[in-house]
């Protein structure tokens, strides 16, 4: 590559000159190509251990002029291919040039001036990306892909200098994580090692100082355990190795590809030595974190933070703190925790102004609402760019984000449907982006949500409310009248809606309990639902419109639990209440396909309709799906199974002795996943479950640690005593169902949930509030982030342990079928994931979301297209063909290609390979047959290979063509059917008859449908016949299968003989098959006669059919044998010889080699082996070379052909092991190696 012209002072060391001419220098650095010697060892030493590895490539050009002592250095290249370039563009455009200037001086600057504008040139084509990378490193980019064999496809996110531990001896090295894989590669004194892991095969991730390996980072892996230690920043390099592992489980979970986001923040200046992409993965957590911190949805992004200070009227003092602005919000949280916490909306915001400075408060900013709320901020660093900056989101934001007539933003993350979205074929309705919604709104009065519903307007609770007397509640309705009080005090001066003041006294109201007639509304505001509602009107009501009437696994799914969800409550004993659940469940169905639905959504949603209308509990549901409880209710619940990890690690660590006794009981991963799912709704007590709710949508999962902790503290002696599983879930269960409120004011609703008390004596009661507040003293430590480490841990444990339990369902659906073992089916669904994956992330004919769908079984989740099944076939297949090779795995991808999607699942790429190892010497050749028959062998491959004019034949006859579809035998058997069933009741005329024939004939159609349903066990005689094109492929497939293997002068032998002989037995059928239907025999086009060669005159068959398919297959077998075994110095491609064919025969095999255009195919030997046929271009105009139409021959005739051959028999009766193709096939990737030196030639091993 052209760099910046640089000076150099001492041009040769280190280097070695290998070209030169007046002006420029190609030098090779020593260490890299042969030779060297101990110079070179040291300098490729330095190269690794120093950070000169990632500035300085093997191979540079200088530029000088003859009297000055100073060199420039202006390219650089990675491979001597890449330099050499350079220097031969030099050489043709300035070495002419420059010979006309006079100064030297002169000569410098132009070429320093021509070098930048070529780089400049360079620049203009590049991707944004790559321009605001440094040269460092790109150049250390280059060097990752070369030395580790990726792709371009493949980006470097950041290089680190550190150790890799291979066993007690530390290697000094350099770490490259990349987006998919983390790699590591080091050079001492001769000593080279090399490993690849992808970030997809990483078990655990784990920061850890022993006393062996000093403060380190151990990637584990299902087979091995990596150490790396010595890094200058040990906890930046974990950071990224978490956030990058994270996304690779992202991929595993769900199709989400990792993409650089283009909306990211651009830093004010260039960073040294980082490149954009790491730049957009730090933007990218601090997005999470800041969205996490204010629940905001997905789609924002945050512009910047800077310190600042916050006027809190209700306090009468400045607040330290930290304001962040994003695309849509202005936000402040206090640097003390929840002293103040500030969600400014954009869309609220009615003035922006600056307020004069002074020295009590210096740089104010006024920020006023449209609710007639001001907010002052003050210190601000730099105020005039903070208020251009708010500005101009401003004039951006829409006083909504949606409205009636968009089209709607499904999967809550964008405005398409996800890539996964399931079509719907009983409406007709599209998911498509890009439809108005208008086309779709059906007629006013088939709407099934409008406005002038009960439940659009208030909560069920409020609609079935029955009025108490307040008498008769006593202190309960005063107590409840209290807690309205003080929460109206509270919003007179911490403010009502989006922008109140939140702080630690809101904090104590909730932990109070959230009085009835409020909880909606602050569910809504603490959740960040209300935001979302705010910027999408309407959008509820198009969705439900869309959503319902739709009949899919999803709504069939609630169907069958709306009437299980809380049927204890009046609110869901009438259809009133079930409308309105089935309304919000199918609406989100439809929003989010990803997620559907899923059991416990039901109780959950349930209780959001109690307190809310239908639009508040859909946004909340959406809250809770999305942002609050992430991938919990997905098909494989895997974020409730992620924080049962969590829990069961927080239980080791808070309650160790009792952790230890229930890990033996096998507990704790039972009871916890419906506390978890259900927010202990199905577990506890309506009124007492709620409270837990109210503080759940304030703290978060923090919450629910929290209470789950303190019930197993309270219940610890108990538990302690238990013997069983069964003992431990009955004391826990009767704990949770008499946690009670005793404040509430609503009617008791009877728990369903079983009753377990033992002995005559009730269990005591306990009190709710008793419960948060004990859970806040002993577990209250718990922080936000502290839980999210610890979820990224158990992630993944859990998705590694979902795809294992995937592989073994997958091996355990197929073992029957196949006959490889168990550990070999596994390693082979390894290898088959493995290059799905590979595919997702560097590119393929389709994408990543139409091969991995996790909504289907596990056998048919991972899918491969043809280029990646021939390359599993190439290293997997017995059947080496050399570059035949693609060829035939395309034949067998299109056999195995069932549905004609273009894809194959594991099943039928076991059921390929399985037929190929382990059938009988007829299943082999039977597979190998329907390998040249359609449509496995598609009519170009035929056509190109005989150079034919014609490839269909016209044939009248029925019973001979090959090619009779499925169809056409179905019609011939019903039309034989009916005309029997004709015959023998033709002497019946009465109308009764006529009656019984018509029932007995659907009867039969009945039959004939069953038995097309049920598999057929294929034998040989359904196989149909086999022209001569395809005879002359299969016979070319042979002939490259036997180049390799040890015996293959007497495979060759064997299969010159087996062609003969079916060639005859196709004559011969041939005439016997046209003079029994009185057919003409179709002679092929005469061509003209060519003269008689020198070698001889030239006989022939009597009526020319003989020679005529025997010179197809001397031409076939001429063709293959050039193909395989011609010279490599590159001797003619096709069959017509050259004076070039004969001079080199030193590859060819010591048997008898024969040119066909010096004997004639009837005077071949038994021992003689065609090498080329038409050797002085006659034998290609011979007459009669045109495939036979007429010539076929069936598969019983191949098989028995091929018996009489024992070398054949016994090639394909040998029993071939699979375990070294698949072991070879894992350690292509270099897992780990170590070689006595490096050269030019192992580097470009190691990129192929």
């Not at 530390?170 to 080091?186: A, D, E, K, M, T």
């Not at 969205?291 to 945050?302: C, G, I, P, Q, V």
């Not at 009437?549 to 009438?574: K, V, W, Y």
């Not at 021959?1193 to 375990?1219: C, G, H, W």
């Amino acid at each position: 590559m052209w760099i910046t012209p640089e000076e150099v002072l001492l041009a040769n060391a280190l280097w070695v000159s290998e070209r030169a001419n007046p002006f420029f220098i190609l030098q090779r650095r020593k260490g890299h190509g042969k030779g060297g010697g101990i110079t070179g060892l040291l300098v490729g030493t330095l190269d690794v251990v120093l950070d000169s590895s990632a500035r300085v490539a093997p191979y540079r050009i200088l530029h000088q002029t003859g009297d000055s002592q100073i060199f420039w250095s202006i390219a650089c290249g990675s491979s001597r291919k890449e330099i050499t370039e350079h220097w031969e563009w030099l050489e043709a455009n300035l070495l002419q040039t420059l010979s006309i200037f006079d100064n030297e001086d002169d000569i410098t600057t132009f070429v320093k001036g021509k070098i930048q504008g070529i780089m400049a040139e360079e620049n203009k084509s590049r991707l944004a990306q790559e321009d605001e990378d440094s040269g460092k490193f790109r150049e250390a980019e280059l060097k990752m892909r070369k030395l580790f064999g990726m792709p371009e496809e493949e980006k470097l996110v950041n290089y680190y200098s550190c150790s890799y531990w291979k066993g007690r001896v530390p290697r000094q090295g350099w770490l490259y994580l990349s987006v998919n894989h983390i790699c590591f590669y080091s050079f001492l004194l001769g000593k080279e090692v090399t490993l690849i892991v992808q970030w997809t095969d990483v078990t655990q991730l784990e920061k850890n100082a022993t006393l062996v390996f000093p403060e380190s980072v151990r990637v584990s892996t299902r087979d091995t355990q990596h150490f790396f230690s010595m890094f200058l920043n040990i906890n930046d390099t974990f950071k990224l190795m978490e956030q990058l592992a994270n996304i690779a489980m992202r991929q595993l979970l769900d199709n989400e590809g990792f993409a650089a986001d283009r909306s990211l923040p651009k830093p004010c200046k260039t960073l040294k030595n980082v490149s954009a992409l790491k730049r957009d993965l730090d933007a990218r957590a601090k997005n999470e974190r800041y969205r996490a911190l204010f629940r905001l949805t997905h789609d924002e992004r945050l512009d910047g933070h800077t310190d600042c200070t916050l006027w809190t009227p209700f306090a009468k003092m400045h607040v330290v703190g930290q304001m962040f602005v994003s695309n849509n919000y202005i936000c402040f949280a206090s640097r003390e925790e929840d002293m103040c916490q500030l969600i400014i909306p954009l869309r609220e915001v009615s003035i922006v102004e600056k307020a004069d400075s002074s020295s009590v408060l210096p740089s104010p900013l006024s920020i006023s609402t449209k609710n007639k709320m001001t907010f002052l901020f003050a210190n601000l660093k730099d105020r005039d760019f903070l208020v251009q900056r708010i500005s101009d989101f401003l004039q951006r934001t829409p006083e909504r984000l949606w409205s009636e007539g968009d089209q709607l933003p499904l999967s809550g993350q964008s405005g398409t449907p996800s890539p996964t979205t399931p079509t719907f074929p009983s409406s007709p309705l599209s998911l498509g982006a890009g439809e108005p919604l208008q086309q779709h709104q059906p007629q006013p009065q088939q709407r099934y949500y409008c406005p002038d519903l009960p439940t659009a307007k208030q909560g069920l609770l409020r609609i079935y409310q029955t009025d108490v007397p307040e008498e008769i509640m006593g202190p309960k309705a005063t107590k409840e009248k209290m807690k309205e009080e003080a929460w109206n005090i509270h919003f007179f001066e911490f403010g009502r809606g989006v922008c109140m003041y939140r702080t630690s006294k809101t904090r104590e109201l909730v932990l109070n309990g959230i009085p009835e007639s409020l909880r909606g509304e602050l569910w809504l505001l603490f959740s960040g639902a209300q935001n979302e509602m705010a910027t999408h009107p309407g959008y509820y009501a198009e969705l439900v419109e869309q959503a319902m009437g739709r009949c899919t696994l999803a709504t069939e799914e609630i169907e069958r639990d709306l009437h299980r969800s809380m049927p204890e409550h009046h609110a869901f004993q009438n259809e009133m209440g079930i409308a309105a659940l089935r309304r919000v469940l199918t609406a989100y169905a439809y929003r989010n396909p990803n997620i559907g639905y899923c059991q416990a959504m039901n109780i959950v949603t349930s209780v959001l309709l109690l307190y809310c209308t239908e639009e508040e509990a859909f946004w909340l549901l959406v809250a809770l799906c999305e942002r609050m409880l992430p991938d919990y209710y997905n098909t494989r619940v895997v974020g409730a199974l992620v924080d049962q990890g969590v829990f069961e690690e927080l239980t080791r660590e808070c309650l160790p002795l009792l952790y230890e006794h229930m890990q033996e009981l096998g507990v704790i991963s039972t009871i916890s996943l419906s506390w978890f799912l259900t927010l202990f709704l199905s577990v506890m007590p309506f009124h007492s479950a709620v409270l837990l709710v109210d503080c759940f949508f304030y703290e978060g999962i923090k919450l629910v640690f929290q209470v789950s902790l303190a019930v197993l503290h309270a219940n610890m002696e108990l538990l302690m005593a238990c013997n069983d599983e069964g003992e431990a879930m009955t004391i826990l269960g009767r704990y949770l169902d008499n946690v009670v409120n005793k404040q509430t004011v609503s009617p008791p609703i009877p728990h369903l949930h079983a009753l377990l008390t033992s002995g005559d004596e009730p269990p005591p009661e306990i009190d709710v509030f008793e419960l948060i507040k004990a859970s806040y003293e002993k577990f209250g430590s718990l922080r936000a982030d502290v839980i999210e480490q610890m979820r990224f841990k158990q992630r993944l444990k859990v998705i590694q342990s979902l795809e294992d339990t995937a592989k073994r369902s997958v091996v355990r659906a197929i073992m029957t079928d196949s006959a490889f073992t168990i550990e070999e089916l596994e390693e082979l669904y390894v290898l088959f994931k493995a290059k799905h994956i590979m595919s997702c992330y560097w590119g393929a004919s389709s994408t990543a979301a139409e091969r991995h769908d996790p909504s289907l079984p596990y056998l048919e989740q991972y899918r491969i297209d043809l280029g990646q099944f021939c390359q599993l076939f190439s290293a997997l297949g017995p059947w080496g063909c050399g570059i035949h090779t693609p060829t035939l795995a395309s034949r067998l991808f299109r056999l195995l290609d069932q549905n004609k999607d273009g894809l194959i699942n594991f099943k039928e790429f076991v059921t390929g390979l399985s037929g190929m190892y382990h059938g009988d010497m007829t299943e082999k050749l039977k597979l190998l047959y329907k390998l040249h028959l359609p449509p496995a062998l598609c009519p170009e491959e035929a056509e190109s290979a005989l150079e034919a004019t014609q490839f269909f034949t016209d044939d009248d006859t029925l019973q001979d063509s090959p090619f009779l579809s499925h169809l056409d035998f179905l019609v011939q058997e019903v039309t034989e059917g009916e005309e029997v069933k004709e015959a023998g009741d033709s002497g019946n005329g009465d109308s009764e008859d006529k009656k019984e024939e018509k029932v007995k004939d659907y009867k039969y159609y009945l039959r004939m449908w069953a038995k097309e349903k049920e598999p057929k066990k294929e034998t040989i005689k359904d196989l149909p016949r086999m022209n001569q094109e395809q005879f002359i492929e299969l016979c070319k497939t042979l002939y490259n299968m036997f180049s390799e293997d040890t015996l293959e002068q007497e495979l060759y032998h064997a299969i010159a003989t087996v062609a003969s002989l079916l060639l005859r037995i196709g004559e011969v059928g041939k005439k016997f098959s046209n003079n029994g239907s009185g057919k003409k025999v179709l002679e092929p086009p005469a061509q003209p006669q060519p003269p008689p060669s020198a070698d001889g005159p030239e006989r022939e068959d009597s009526n020319g059919e003989g020679s005529s398919g025997q010179s197809l297959i001397c031409k076939a077998l001429a063709e293959a044998q050039l193909e395989t075994v011609g010279p490599p110095g590159g001797g003619p491609s096709g069959a017509g010889g050259s004076d070039e064919e004969g001079k080199d025969d030193t590859s060819v095999s010591s048997y008898s080699v024969v040119s066909a255009g010096e004997l004639q195919c009837e005077d071949i030997a038994d021992d003689t082996v065609l090498i080329g046929c038409g050797g002085n271009g006659a034998g290609d105009k011979r007459r009669g070379s045109a495939p036979d139409a007429d010539w076929s021959i069936t598969f019983e005739q191949v098989l028995a052909s091929m018996l009489t051959e024992p070398a054949l028999v016994d090639y394909f009766e040998n029993k071939r092991d699979i375990q070294g193709k698949m072991a070879a096939c894992k350690t292509q990737r270099a897992v780990e190696r170590q070689i006595s030196s490096s050269s030019d030639h192992e580097l470009a091993q190691l990129s192929t």
